[in-house]
């Protein structure tokens, strides 16, 4: 959609990323066939919005900075889920008052998780303005990975061995894409430098034929002032 192309090698390095998320989805206790489509469906539609998100932040029509960007997709979540939260979840404001007045810390955990997902909107944004929406989905796999960890440190969730394998294999696919994109890179950078070397080198080499013409040139002046020199008037 943004016509950017990445090399070979960081289309490559992809695919050990999309083969331990396949694994590790198959090593998952409670998997259903149901629930893997919707997160199939779910993943594809985060990567269509990411890339729409590219767009409106790089697109010189439209040029939207990260904070304006979240502004509008607020309040267009808010259109969105509030009526849906109204409809499926009746009971919820009532039962988020209730865990107000009996625990008034849930306020303050209310606000900082509020805050985290801000921030956590807000990082994503900039990631994907200054990199791309690729580099934004291979680190939300990576995410998905340290969310799978600490779930086992602090829930205790079954994790087996094979979803271990399949974790493992997406973090090495990772650090395999950023290698990629570092190599790719640096040799663009290399390249550039090289073809600023040649352009310098060619003025370089067409500077004393230059030089040489306008010092001719100066000594026939010179040459011409002595051969004619000024007559003083009487």
């Given at each position: 959609?943004?016509?950017?192309?990445?090399?070979?090698?960081?289309?490559?390095?992809?695919?050990?990323?999309?083969?331990?998320?396949?694994?590790?989805?198959?090593g998952?206790?409670?998997?259903?066939?149901?629930?893997?489509?919707?997160?199939?469906?779910?993943?594809?539609?985060?990567?269509?919005?990411?890339?729409?998100?590219?767009?409106?932040?790089?697109?010189?029509?439209?040029?939207?900075?990260?904070?304006?960007?979240?502004?509008?997709?607020?309040?267009?979540?808010?259109?969105?889920?509030?009526?849906?939260?109204l409809?499926?979840?009746?009971?919820?404001?009532?039962?988020?008052?209730?865990?107000?007045?009996?625990?008034?810390?849930?306020?303050?955990?209310?606000?900082?998780?509020?805050?985290?997902a801000?921030?956590?909107?807000?990082?994503?944004?900039?990631?994907?303005?200054?990199?791309?929406?690729?580099?934004?989905?291979?680190?939300?796999?990576?995410?998905g990975?340290?969310?799978?960890?600490?779930?086992?440190?602090?829930f205790?969730?079954?994790?087996?061995?094979?979803?271990?394998?399949?974790?493992?294999?997406?973090?090495?696919?990772v650090?395999?894409?950023?290698?990629?994109k570092?190599?790719?890179?640096a040799?663009?950078?290399?390249?550039?430098?090289?073809?600023?070397?040649?352009?310098?080198?060619?003025?370089?080499d067409?500077?004393?034929?230059?030089?040489?013409?306008?010092?001719?040139?100066?000594?026939?002046?010179?040459?011409?002032c002595?051969?004619?020199?000024?007559?003083?008037?009487?």
């Amino acid at each position: 959609m943004q016509g950017q192309r990445e090399a070979p090698f960081t289309y490559a390095a992809l695919i050990p990323i999309m083969l331990g998320v396949i694994v590790a989805s198959g090593g998952e206790p409670a998997f259903h066939v149901i629930g893997f489509t919707c997160c199939v469906a779910a993943t594809a539609l985060r990567a269509l919005k990411s890339v729409v998100q590219s767009i409106l932040m790089t697109d010189p029509a439209e040029k939207l900075d990260p904070m304006s960007l979240l502004l509008y997709m607020s309040c267009t979540s808010i259109l969105f889920l509030l009526p849906l939260t109204l409809t499926l979840e009746p009971n919820s404001f009532r039962e988020a008052a209730a865990l107000a007045a009996s625990s008034p810390s849930f306020l303050y955990w209310l606000v900082a998780n509020s805050c985290l997902a801000y921030l956590v909107n807000l990082t994503n944004f900039l990631v994907t303005r200054y990199t791309s929406a690729l580099t934004l989905q291979v680190l939300g796999n990576a995410k998905g990975v340290v969310a799978a960890a600490v779930s086992v440190a602090i829930f205790r969730n079954v994790v087996t061995a094979q979803g271990c394998i399949g974790y493992g294999v997406t973090v090495a696919g990772v650090f395999l894409y950023s290698e990629c994109k570092s190599y790719n890179a640096a040799a663009t950078a290399t390249a550039g430098r090289a073809f600023e070397d040649d352009e310098a080198k060619d003025l370089t080499d067409r500077e004393p034929l230059l030089t040489s013409k306008f010092v001719h040139t100066g000594d026939m002046q010179v040459h011409n002032c002595s051969k004619h020199p000024p007559t003083s008037r009487a």
